[in-house]
């Protein structure tokens, strides 16, 4: 194993796609290839099948995507992405690392104050270039204020940098100005960076993991009872310095007695670990006494981890991906019952793995978000072999009793070359999780809208079972046509459309629908009805549609949107 991540890289490809059981848009902004992509006739698509399953559902899509756009293509080496409202306006914006350049960069949502960024349009601002091999990238408040402040890890330099976001009592940063502050030079190889409250003050600590010393380190931010830390003094102290090749670390209350716990990941020794902070029963740990618990050693090059209650039993339970293996994989934390449910009682003794997928060439990254909106946590994947962005959904859509049992995958893209980094953010508005990306060799930080349905779900009966929804372009129109299987006191289909975002063509937020015309509905049959909808002269641009079906009772639903690129 080199000890450069680069050594890894490939090139992002950029194009449209379409994958089954959920919709998305890779929105990818670079001003450059939006002018072009305006500039392009739009082509048709083919149809594609739609899954059989109740209208009033939370219907899942296997229509493509609309062309795609860059964030950036000029983050050379793109290594590291996150989000986080770094000007204080109320949206997400992007933060990034980018090996090659020394850069760490953040890209504003929006305009800097009235907090609607919908992810049409970015600005980019360099917080530092003078960082050496960055590769990993956090925010959070470290000095107190209010605000957003950003941490970094950089490899060749062996350091962990704090950026603070404007002064360190106002707390009205809005990342027009930095103030960088290295809190260690001394991380052999610092490849990994995360915050929280390990000490239990009040004030937020960093985290790190270093390869070549084979190191996870805590630095306490201030003392270790005051909680008055500003980030203007650190005191180090080491957790373990035999995790072989360490590679990631995070923080969670992995044994429920109510502070902060350490996970770490390490290429070299194959093991994912969970650290003990003080005894697992008293809720004082405060950074000083750790006990090692390996989760597993069977983690082929394990690459990163992450901490979430996949089960929904209460407590934390842990995921990991191994690049050896192709794995993604997720640790029960505590027993389970008979019908699969864990108990909640986990207190980071006993781990149960279970495979998410094994097929993830290369697995670099994990993420768990409630991509689904179900109310349980899935898990999203970054892999470098097959340029793939994965969701895996826990469970199925709708009932939110995903227990990790089973998964099901869905390929967000299989063109991010190179992938090493994922996160989930709701970066245009509209309350569900979407998705970013950074891959390495061609440069990128994109995103990918979630265009799952959220206004509203029928728990009746279904009225109308849709089997089929497509659009697609004639001439200068755009042509819907969709089949139901069954309807039941169908009164009719109101048409709706939007703008896509990505374009810089939205004013509003993506969730802005607007009524396009109405489709009478067959009322009650069992046979087969087919529909067809002519929108003439539709504006340019990329377009969504869907429809709202409406029962005699006034009862409503949607169908998931169809995207025309």
Known sequence: ????????????????????????????????????????????????????????????????????????????????????????????????????DDTIAWYRNGDATGGDGDGSAWTQTEITTKVDFPTSVYAVDLDGDGDADVVSASLRDDTITFYRNGDATSGDGDGSTWTETAITTKANGAVSVYAADIDGDGDQDVLSASQMDDTIALYRNGDATSGDGDGSTWTQMEITTKAEGAYSVHAADIDGDGDQDVLSASIRDDTIAFYRNGDATSGDGDGSAWT?????????????????????????????????????????????????????????????????????????????????????????????????????????????????????????????????????????????????????????????????????????????????????????????????????NNEGFEIQRRQAVGRGLASSPASNWERIGYVEGAGTTDDPQRYRFRNPAPPTGSLVYRLKQIDTDGIEAFSDPVVIP
């Open 292 to 488: 090692e618990t390996e989760i597993t050693t069977e983690a082929d090059r394990a690459y990163d981890v992450y901490a979430a209650d996949i089960d929904g039993d209460g407590d934390q339970d842990v995921l990991s991906a191994s690049e050896g293996d192709d794995t993604i994989a997720w640790y029960r934390n505590g027993n389970a019952t008979s019908n699969g449910v864990t108990n909640g009682n986990g207190d980071g003794s006993m781990w149960t793995e279970i495979e998410i997928a094994v097929k993830v060439d290369f697995a670099r990254g994990v993420h768990a978000a409630d991509i689904d909106g179900d109310g349980d946590q899935d898990a999203l994947s970054a892999s470098n072999g097959d340029d793939t962005i994965a969701f895996h959904r826990n469970g199925d859509a709708t009932s939110g009793n995903g227990d990790g049992s089973t998964w099901t995958e869905t390929e967000i893209t299989t063109k991010a070359n190179g992938a090493v980094s994922v996160y989930a953010a709701d970066l245009d508005g509209d309350g569900d999780e979407d998705v970013l990306s950074a891959s390495q060799t061609d440069d990128t930080i994109a995103w990918y809208e979630n265009l799952r349905v959220d206004d509203r779900r029928i728990d009746d009966a279904a009225s109308v079972e849709l089997t089929r929804f497509t659009a697609e372009r004639e001439s200068e129109a755009v042509v819907l046509n969709w089949q139901t299987a069954a309807e039941q």
């Open 1 to 100: 194993m080199s000890a450069h991540p680069a050594s890894l890289g490939a090139t992002l490809r950029v194009q449209r796609f379409s994958f089954r059981q959920a919709s998305w848009r890779l929105a990818l902004l670079a001003s450059a290839l939006l002018v072009s992509a305006l500039q392009a006739d739009a082509q048709p698509f083919a149809e594609q099948p739609f899954p059989t399953q109740p209208f009033p559902g939370q219907l899942f899509s296997s229509q493509p995507f609309a062309d795609s756009f860059e964030i950036t293509t000029d983050a050379d080496g793109a290594f590291s992405v996150h989000g986080a409202d770094i000007d204080g306006d109320g949206d997400e914006d992007v933060l990034s690392t980018s090996l090659f």
